[in-house]
């Protein structure tokens, strides 16, 4: 008697068979309003999630509201007590008033902002028992899934709803979950850091913790803090100077206002957006958005790069000596023959460097102790003059550019976070700022369950006479 997976395994023949003629006869016609080749491509190129903040310009890279990356750095406020510097960054608070409002905000309210979050930055008693009861060897994105679902637990939303509220206002009470989320997204990420890679500092039977929330600072400083990584609110575990210590706290500012948003189509956003149209609170939401960041064809790819460069640095770094472009390009050359992706390479929309990978690399270069020393940098940027070739000779990815994971991992390694695996969190932290403003606008504008049609081969196949 045959088993499923046996009797599963004999239809696939045939399936594949199927799919191969679909793809390869019909590809290019017409099937409602939509190319068969989008129905089978991951609806690439298809135009129907409503996004308030942000647009993908294949050549030119992200706009928020129309001001790029550049425009953003130049008009977006700072932290006021560091408005003067110039290696100081757009705090990713006023970003989401940008991305929320379209209105570019003032100091002061910036100011009112940020104290506003941290003073709801602190994690109920119940999250930190759920997340210490979780194995430390369970995934960091997994635990943060987890512990942002559970926050559904205190969702004025599912609550007023629950009660029974018009439609009219639902988005005042999605707007509070979205806020206390966003506030207490720091507080979640350090204690994943701690309890996954300094247990014991952190675990309720230990009043130890590597840092702690300052309610006068911004949500970048609090998450480094919570890192061990500031000088004045950490157990400082790096040993990281003045310096280091601010342009880590810089870092993740860059980091998490670049990585807001990027459209709707991506993984996290969509998924973001799709559940929330089921009208699931912002917690359940964006939970489903992390899971989706959590694929290393997505988010994941930060600690994929990151794992590529040391390995790579590894085998073709001797001493302080870098590698040739063709030492390099025969490592790439590897790599592709076994059937592996290049990390950091390539993108469904993008067809050149991301310009965000540009100002994390920008970071960088600001930085001698970075650019001039740093080998893992340096390969990063010799690797991004060198890639783009070998793929382009390779000839399947349609982007054989750079792509915003190529740079990130590798500066935060530079600091001290060693830990791979935790990349993905602080992208998580930064994600949510991007599609929880526009969950807003879903509920504003009362956009209403996502529910597209499906089809099978045999419709396809049918609609076209075999
Ligand atoms: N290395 C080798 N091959 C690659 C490649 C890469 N970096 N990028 C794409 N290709 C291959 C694809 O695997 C595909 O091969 P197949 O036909 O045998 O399946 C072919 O090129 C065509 O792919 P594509 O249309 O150019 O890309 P896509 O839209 O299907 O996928 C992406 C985009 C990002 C998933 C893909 O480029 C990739 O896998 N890159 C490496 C992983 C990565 O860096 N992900 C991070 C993306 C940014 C983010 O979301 N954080």
Redesign the pocket.
């Known amino acids: 008697r045959k088993d499923l997976k046996s009797t599963l395994k004999e239809a696939i023949p045939e399936k594949v068979e199927s799919f191969k003629y679909v793809k390869s006869n019909l590809g290019d016609k017409s099937f409602g309003e939509l190319k068969v080749s989008t129905i089978l491509?991951?609806m690439?190129g298809n135009r129907s999630v409503l996004w308030e903040a942000s647009t993908l310009d294949p050549n030119e890279g992200i706009r928020f509201h129309g001001l790029t990356i550049k425009d953003c750095q130049k008009k977006l406020q700072k932290s006021q007590a560091e408005a003067d510097s110039p290696l100081s960054e757009m705090l990713p608070e006023s970003m989401f008033w940008f991305l929320l409002t379209g209105k570019l905000p003032s100091q002061e309210q910036i100011n009112d902002f940020t104290a506003q979050l941290a003073e709801n930055a602190e994690l109920p008693g119940y999250l930190h028992t759920l997340l210490d009861s979780l194995p430390s060897t369970l995934h960091p994105m997994t635990q943060m899934s987890i512990a942002i679902s559970a926050l559904n637990h205190d969702s004025l939303f599912a609550k007023a709803y629950e009660r029974g509220i018009p439609k009219t206002e639902m988005w005042e009470y999605v707007f509070d979950d979205v806020i206390n989320l966003v506030a207490k997204l720091p507080a979640i990420a350090g204690k994943i850091y701690q309890n996954t890679f300094y247990e014991g500092y952190m675990r309720s039977n230990s009043l130890q913790t590597l840092g702690e929330i300052n309610k006068k600072k911004d949500i970048s400083y609090n998450l480094a803090s919570l890192l061990g990584m500031t000088k004045n609110d950490s157990v400082n575990l790096k040993g990281l100077s003045e310096t280091d210590s601010s342009d880590f706290v810089n870092l993740i500012r860059l980091y998490c206002a670049l990585h807001a948003d990027?459209e709707g189509g991506?993984?996290?956003a969509h998924a973001t957006h799709l559940v929330g149209s089921a009208l699931s609170d912002p917690y359940l939401s964006y939970s489903a958005g992390i899971q989706g960041?959590a694929g290393?064809?997505?988010?994941?790819?930060?600690q994929?790069?990151l794992r590529f460069i040391v390995a790579m640095k590894e085998s073709l770094v001797k001493g302080s000596e870098m590698p040739s472009d063709e030492q390099i390009s025969t490592y790439l050359w590897d790599?592709?023959n076994s059937g592996?992706?290049?990390?950091?390479?390539?993108?469904?929309?993008l067809r050149r460097p991301?310009p965000r990978f540009e100002a994390m690399v920008d970071f960088g270069l600001a930085r001698p102790s970075i650019s001039k020393s740093d080998v893992h940098f340096k390969l990063v940027h010799q690797l991004s003059k060198v890639?783009p070739g070998v793929?382009k000779e390779?000839g399947?990815?349609?982007?054989?550019y750079p792509?915003?994971?190529?740079s990130s991992g590798v500066l935060f390694y530079h600091y001290g976070i060693t830990e791979t695996m935790y990349f993905t969190v602080i992208?998580g932290v930064s994600r949510a700022l991007g599609p929880l403003a526009q969950l807003v606008w879903d509920r504003i504008l009362g956009l209403p369950i996502e529910r597209p049609k499906s089809v099978n081969l045999q419709t396809i196949t049918n609609a076209f006479g075999k």
């Open positions: 491509g991951g690439r990027h991506n993984v996290s960041l290393p064809l997505h988010g994941l790819a930060a994929e790069v790599i592709l592996r992706v290049i990390p950091g390479y390539g993108h469904a929309v991301d890639a793929l390779h399947k990815t349609q982007n054989p792509n915003v994971d190529s992208f």
